[in-house]
Nanobody, 115 residues
Framework: QVQLVESGGGLVQPGGSLRLSCAAS????????MGWYRQAPGKQRELVAI???????NYADSVKGRFTISRDNAKNTVYLQMNSLKPEDTAVYYC?????????WGEGTLVTVSY
């Protein structure tokens, strides 16, 4: 059974940093294209960043230059380093893994950016 478990969310002040982790089990993350999505209250889920199996990355315009996605295949884990956080980054962040018809989601971790 494939599972994605996110961690690292929490409360942070504007301008602060957090690092999210997504640990995969039941499958080798190295064969999967991995991504982070987020859903703010009352809004649709949106793509934040993706990293392909070969390491290429893509980011939403709203996070470019502030967020960095990376992967450690030996640890079966994907990370999202978030710097210069803004109140509008507040959302539940979800890990996603895809390959062909395979599409897996984690349960999410809440990030709150506030004083």
């Amino acid at each position: 059974q494939v599972q994605l478990v996110e961690s690292g969310g929490g409360l942070v002040q504007p301008g602060g940093s957090l690092r999210l982790s997504c640990a995969a089990s039941g499958i080798s993350a190295s064969i999967l294209n991995m991504g982070w999505y987020r859903q703010a209250p009352g809004k649709q889920r949106e793509l934040v960043a993706i990293i392909a199996t070969g390491g290429s990355t893509n980011y939403a315009d709203s996070v470019k230059g502030r967020f960095t996605i990376s992967r450690d295949n030996a640890k079966n884990t994907v990370y999202l380093q978030m710097n210069s956080l803004k109140p509008e980054d507040t959302a539940v962040y979800y890990c996603n893994a895809k390959r062909g018809p395979m599409d897996f989601w984690g349960e999410g971790t809440l990030v709150t950016v506030s004083y």
